[in-house]
């Protein structure tokens, strides 16, 4: 069965200091994977998403970067953090061979505080 | 933007009453989802409904769509303090492939 592997499950970082958060998806391959932000009490906010090695889609200019480095691994980073970065990040992924999305799988997410 | 709005925001009922969420969005879709979210943790899937679609159940949730008016309405029948969580529509639009778009949710409330 496929899972997915979010990690830190929490963090606070101070303004300024890097930022790297990575997910992993097992038991599938070619996935679509992404990145989402959630501020408090809000919806999701979609970040970054990706249909290959390689190929990062950006939904929003910010300050953060995302990277897929191997098949199932999705980067999330930051080289220098502002408070608004603060939030509830979230990585999904869904099945790469369907020409549209019907499910995404979600991790269980990272509270980033940026202080 | 492609989605809209969800209301209600908040809902809070009692037990074994019926919870009624509704969403708009704003361009044509291929495909609408619910998820819902609890506290503090990842979205989990609950259903999809086909733009060609009008209706859709799965156990106790009631999906409908009306394209003509852009809007979908996910009812909980039954409610169980269980179903307590936040809601959250999405969209997949007619030609956005694999672009998922969220609301902004309605946080449902069951009191035992």
């Known amino acids: 069965s496929q899972t997915i592997h979010q990690w830190p499950a929490t963090l606070v970082q101070p303004v300024g200091s890097p930022l790297s958060l990575e997910c992993t998806v097992e038991g599938t391959s070619n996935p679509n994977l992404y990145w989402y932000r959630q501020a408090a009490g809000r919806g999701l906010q979609l970040l970054f998403y990706?249909?290959?090695?390689?190929?990062i889609s950006s939904e929003v200019p910010q300050n953060l970067s995302a990277s897929r480095p191997q098949d199932r691994q999705f980067i999330l980073s930051s080289k220098k953090l502002l408070l608004s970065d603060s939030g509830f990040y979230l990585c999904?992924?869904?099945?790469?061979?369907?020409?549209?999305?019907?499910?995404?799988?979600f991790g269980s997410g990272t509270q980033l505080s940026v202080l | 933007s492609q989605q809209g709005e969800e209301d209600p925001q908040a809902l809070s009922i009692q037990e074994g009453e019926n919870a009624t969420m509704n969403c708009s969005y704003k361009?044509?879709?291929?495909?609408l989802q619910w998820y819902r979210q609890n506290s503090g943790r990842g979205l989990v899937h609950l259903i999809l409904i086909r733009s060609n679609e009008r209706e859709k159940h799965s156990g106790r949730l009631r999906v409908t769509l009306d394209t003509s008016k852009k809007s979908s309405s996910l009812l909980i029948t039954a409610s169980r303090a269980a179903d307590t969580a936040s809601y959250f529509c999405?969209?997949?639009?007619?030609?956005?492939?694999?672009?998922?778009?969220f609301g902004a949710g309605t946080r449902l409330f069951v009191k035992a």
């Open positions: 361009t044509s879709i291929n495909n």
């Open positions: 990706s249909v290959g090695i390689g190929q």
């Open positions: 999904a992924w869904s099945p790469g061979r369907l020409a549209t999305n019907e499910k995404l799988f």
């Open positions: 999405a969209t997949v639009a007619l030609r956005g492939g694999f672009k998922t778009i």
